[in-house]
């Protein structure tokens, strides 16, 4: 964990990233899921859509790919709900650098710290 930064949810300039929980883990992995920043497209912090902003490491989803959250409130955290888009490989390649299979299962040196993070850091 970055000292002193957030673990549910921050703001970058218009964009607001929350830590939702309960995402899908995959057959391989014994574990109930995992959370993932997800940047608000529409909605509130503790219900709407938004987009995966970090590496999963346990979840057949990828960064880039459109969800629904929900049954969040002051106490818990928003949880998965479903899937509801993919980013489309052509862009995902410009924008993660990766192609989008590449991604899957892959292991990310720290990815519960996405780049949006790292930004912020610097910019302090």
Known sequence: MIQGFPTTKFTLGDNTYI?????PASKKVAKLGESMWVKITEGNENDGY????????CSSLCIGDRI???HGND???????TQCGQMQAQTFENVVGLPRRATRGARALD???PEFVFQALQAR
């Open 19 to 23: 830590k939702v929980i309960n995402f």
């Open 50 to 57: 938004g987009t995966i902003e970090n590496l999963p490491m």
């Open 68 to 70: 629904q959250y929900g």
């Open 75 to 81: 106490v818990n955290k928003p949880q998965f709900v």
């Open 111 to 113: 990815h519960k710290v």
